[in-house]
């Protein structure tokens, strides 16, 4: 490292995690820290998990400038995800951002977090891919095209996370319930009687509170949870692999992206390489520290944002976007 080297901090704080990056201008990332609210018990309380953020930003904003074996007078510029998101995580994540910012005088880059799960499978090798984006309160199909990511397909009512999430929470397995539900999965000893559970496909766009309410049923007639957790992912994943597909026929795009927390998940990435392979298409997917929520997808975005003049140095024009959508970002990086 040079001292003329230039870099870039960057701080996710959406939902349940917390995380600071830093990346050269050359979007090499050099650490990648994050920190995530868990719950034995109960759901995501965004108060509770706004509180965790507040106590571990300073922790972890000093682990990732030690990671990176930089000082922060060599910080350019600071980008945070401001959409969307929980809307007191996000207002945890400005302040830290502005106060940062502020304090180094720098300039300030607002990401979308959902087009940064797609920006950074870049890093896989994917070029203009059909991403299929399954995190805890998103479920889309999306691809770029004129100056927009699209959405092509999502879902109707929940989340496939937050559906998994809120599953697992019925069992009592607490949060986040979608690594107990996979264990569960793999533990069934039952996979040749698959469990016939709704299956809700309309055209590009998926539906999963018939299914919820069914295995919530199947539950409490004593159905052994094993048996529902296998069940349960052999339907949905099928349900996001045909979605999936059907995008990629619709618009003749060579490239599967996998994004998000929930794509994880070992059996749909099984489910989507073998659709993949049947369609002569190209899978992609990040790996894990890069498909859950990180603050290095906000950093590899973020830079190339800032590169192309988006950043702002009037921090009162920053502002939290809870409910932003993908396709109402205009795509000025590219």
Request: hydrophobic share 40%; net charge neutral; proline share 3%.
């Amino acid at each position: 490292m040079t001292n003329k080297q230039k870099y870039l901090l960057a701080i996710e704080s959406t939902a349940h995690t917390f995380g600071v990056a830093v990346l050269d201008f050359d979007k090499k990332i050099l650490a990648n820290i994050t920190d995530s609210w868990v719950s034995e018990s109960g759901g995501m309380i965004p108060i509770e998990v706004r509180k965790h953020h507040k106590i571990v930003s300073e922790k972890l904003y000093k682990q990732a400038l030690e990671k990176a074996n930089i000082t922060e007078d060599k910080i350019e510029a600071v980008a945070l995800s401001n959409a969307p998101g929980l809307a007191p995580c996000l207002l945890e994540g400005m302040e830290f951002a502005k106060k940062l910012a502020t304090k180094l005088n720098v300039q300030i880059v607002g990401v979308n977090h959902c087009i940064a799960h797609l920006e950074i499978g870049e890093t896989t090798g994917a070029k203009d891919p059909v991403l299929l984006y399954a995190s805890g309160a998103n479920t889309q199909v999306i691809a770029y095209e004129a100056q927009k990511y699209r959405i092509f397909g999502e879902t109707l009512d929940l989340g496939i996370g937050n559906f998994i999430d809120t599953i697992a929470r019925y069992f009592g397995l607490g949060f986040p319930g979608g690594p107990k539900i996979e264990k569960l999965a793999q533990e069934c000893k039952n996979k040749k009687e698959l469990i016939e559970l709704a299956y809700s496909v309309k055209g590009m766009d998926v539906s999963f509170s018939g299914i919820q309410t069914q295995i919530k049923n199947l539950y409490d007639k004593k159905t052994p949870i094993e048996d529902l957790a296998y069940s349960l992912q052999e339907t949905v994943f099928a349900m996001l692999t045909e979605v999936a597909e059907r995008a990629l026929a619709h618009t003749g795009k060579k490239e599967l992206l996998l994004g998000g927390g929930v794509a994880c998940n070992a059996r749909l990435q099984e489910m989507c390489q073998i659709m993949c392979n049947e369609r002569g298409v190209k899978f992609f997917c990040p790996p894990k520290p890069l498909l859950v929520d990180n603050a290095a997808m906000i950093g590899y975005l973020g830079l190339k944002m800032f590169k192309a003049r988006l950043g702002e140095s009037n921090l009162d024009k920053i502002d939290i976007k809870p409910r932003e959508r993908t396709d109402e970002v205009q795509v000025n990086w590219k």
